[in-house]
């Protein structure tokens, strides 16, 4: 990624993302491709990259395009989180006087519950579904089986090491988000599979717990290629993603009665707000519960 004109305030920001805050190599990219879209948009536009000259009129002007090219309200809700949190370091740096992020408004982004695939569905495919009898498919099986029991994310999947379990206490340590850590219990029977499975690898393997069969990390691509192809056997959801598997995870807890805080804690949210659309699931059930029980629904 190229940083116009070598952006010192910008390289200075990413450095500070990456050491002090120990964000993801994902999240990096993620501000480092905001910012170097921005800045070249400055540059093109008013023939600038100062930080010193960046007034909020400018900044409106490139929302006002991200909106004509038709970006969506979120993708322009991270943008402008971006700007935000740099602007924020660079007034801590005392690099300028005021954020021109002051009064820059958000879009408001219309509410969509997460999707899920229903309980008896999953239960078809672990207990019914046949994966193939080598290591490709035992891979397969248990890295579902894993995502859909613990909600983890596909990253904190990837990158999960031995060390990480504990199968004394029938826990797994997961470094989440801005490397914070949370323990997820997990049943016995999982634990034992994921026992056998690590002391299966293939000779020479990194040192992740999932791995091909050559003993290489897997890629994302992978991973989300297989969820794909194996709900596809059992749910018509629209999406069906390793995230799906963990929207299910947290709404199948709360339809059953689990804390809000509880998940949230399980899932590694910072705040019980992103928790909380998963109530939205569990009156949407409850809807549905009535609306086939009761005789004057």
């Not at 579902?144 to 199968?167: A, F, P, V, W």
């Not at 995870?249 to 804690?265: C, I, P, R, S, Y």
């Amino acid at each position: 990624m190229s940083i116009p004109h070598q952006n010192t305030s910008v390289i200075s920001f990413i450095e500070y993302l990456q050491f002090e805050k120990r964000y993801s190599k994902h999240t990096i990219i993620s501000y480092q491709n905001d910012l170097d879209q921005f800045f070249q948009f400055l540059l093109s536009q008013y023939e600038t990259a100062d930080i010193k000259q960046i007034t909020p009129s400018m900044v409106r002007t490139w929302l006002a395009e991200l909106k004509g090219d038709e970006m969506t309200a979120k993708s322009i809700n991270r943008k402008i989180s971006t700007l935000k949190s740099f602007f924020k370091y660079q007034l801590r740096q005392g690099l300028v006087v005021t954020s021109p992020m002051t009064t820059i408004t958000s879009p408001k982004i219309s509410k969509r519950l997460p999707s899920f695939v229903e309980q008896k569905h999953l239960d078809t495919l672990f207990n019914h579904v046949e994966f193939a009898d080598d290591w490709e498919g035992e891979t397969k099986k248990i890295v579902m089986r894993l995502l859909y029991n613990t909600g983890m994310r596909l990253s904190e999947l990837i990158s999960l090491k031995e060390s990480q379990i504990d199968y004394s206490y029938k826990q797994i340590k997961v470094l989440g988000k801005g490397n914070k850590e949370r323990i997820i219990p997990v049943n016995a029977e999982l634990l034992n599979s994921l026992k056998q499975y690590a002391d299966s690898k293939p000779e020479g393997s990194v040192e992740n717990i999932f791995v091909s069969k050559k003993g290489k990390q897997l890629q994302p691509r992978y991973v989300y290629g297989f969820v794909r192809e194996n709900l596809a056997l059992v749910t018509t959801v629209k999406k069906k993603s390793p995230h799906v598997l963990r929207h299910s995870f947290a709404t199948h807890l709360m339809n059953n009665g689990a804390e809000l805080n509880a998940v949230k804690e399980l899932l590694g949210h910072s705040s019980l707000a992103a928790t909380q659309i998963y109530t939205h699931n569990t009156i949407e059930k409850l809807k549905e519960v009535f609306a086939k029980a009761h005789p004057k629904a």
